[in-house]
């Protein structure tokens, strides 16, 4: 029997404004200990950073109200039961949505936050309601001391969402132009909808479905990599179809040539090709040691592939 709930692992296409969230969450902090992130688990998705963990719940509601979030459709558990299952008491509890309903947000308390600068707080009243409409337990009223709402600053408009989202990577200057920034964004949405689809059924399934900031700084290199790989390339002296095919090369080097990129890599001396005046100069020295007997192409593509790659070495 699995121990997690999995019915949001089979309704991928429905989550787009969880998905906005969670890459909101995950740019915000991806450099920081320890820090990873787990969808479609316990929870929504959990999020732990430096010893701290905190379980979500997403909901892209319009004005979504007190009433709403303790409403128990078809005798399910409420929003905020569900979000108050996992974990142990003294765990963090947030409840992400877009727009709350002005009756239940006035009586709400705005306090400093932990993953963002601000988020609300459920006043004495509302709790004592929580209580009672809900039948809260001892260890559910001393998590809902630590159970918050937090407004995020996009609806779920994910074209809107997605726009805010690019905005903020170029202004921190995670990744400098809009291009690389929307091949970043396509990358975590896939990366988040293929651990989403990863089912639990043991506690070690937890460890597959994990998304850590060594993931995000992956992508952040790769995209430039292959924005610089692009740049050499246009930068040598070579007819547009046999660019095509350099290209075509570049994405199989890691699926059929990782063994001779590795060979390659002993023989050549960094400083050598820093010295280098010009890309072509980089090119022609590391190509001088890769061997006759190899095609073209591929040489071109293993050379350049490795000169993109030398500030990570």
């Not at 964004?185 to 506690?203: G, N, P, R, T, Y």
């Not at 700084?217 to 179809?241: A, C, G, H, P, S």
């Not at 590795?262 to 001088?288: F, G, H, L, P, W």
Request: net charge negative; hydrophobic share 40%; with cysteine.
């Amino acid at each position: 029997m699995s121990i997690v709930d999995n019915g949001g692992a089979f309704a991928i296409k429905g989550f787009n404004y969880q998905k906005a969230a969670i890459i909101f969450v995950m740019i915000h902090h991806f450099e920081k200990n320890n820090f990873k992130i787990v969808p479609e688990s316990k929870d929504d998705f959990e999020v732990y950073l430096d010893d701290q963990v905190y379980y979500i719940q997403v909901k892209g509601t319009k004005k979504l109200s007190i009433a709403k979030l303790k409403s128990k459709p078809k005798g399910k558990e409420s929003i905020i039961e569900k979000n108050l299952f996992p974990g142990v008491d003294n765990d963090n509890r947030k409840i992400f949505l877009w727009d709350l309903a002005e009756t239940t947000k006035s009586e709400l308390t705005k306090v400093r936050g932990t993953l963002f600068p601000e988020k609300y707080q459920f006043s004495d009243k509302q709790k004592m309601d929580l209580a009672e409409s809900l039948e809260l337990n001892p260890s559910q009223l001393l998590r809902l001391e630590h159970q918050f709402i937090y407004v995020t600053p996009f609806t779920n408009d994910l074209e809107k969402a997605l726009i805010m989202l690019k905005g903020y990577m170029v202004e921190e200057e995670l990744l400098v132009t809009n291009e690389r920034v929307s091949i970043v964004l396509s990358e975590l949405a896939l990366e988040i909808d293929q651990k989403s689809e990863i089912l639990i059924d043991v506690e070690e399934d937890f460890v597959n479905k994990e998304i850590d900031g060594n993931y995000l700084k992956k992508i952040f290199t790769r995209v430039k990599q292959k924005e610089m790989f692009d740049e050499v390339l246009n930068n040598l002296i070579l007819n547009t179809r046999t660019k095509e095919k350099i290209r075509a090369i570049k994405l199989r080097i890691p699926l059929l040539h990782t063994t001779l990129k590795e060979e390659i890599k002993e023989k050549i001396v960094t400083n050598e090709v820093m010295d280098c005046n010009t890309d072509e100069d980089a090119i022609r020295y590391i190509r001088s040691l890769i061997g006759e007997n190899i095609a073209t192409e591929l040489s071109i593509a293993l050379a350049i592939d490795y000169f993109c790659e030398i500030e990570e070495v």
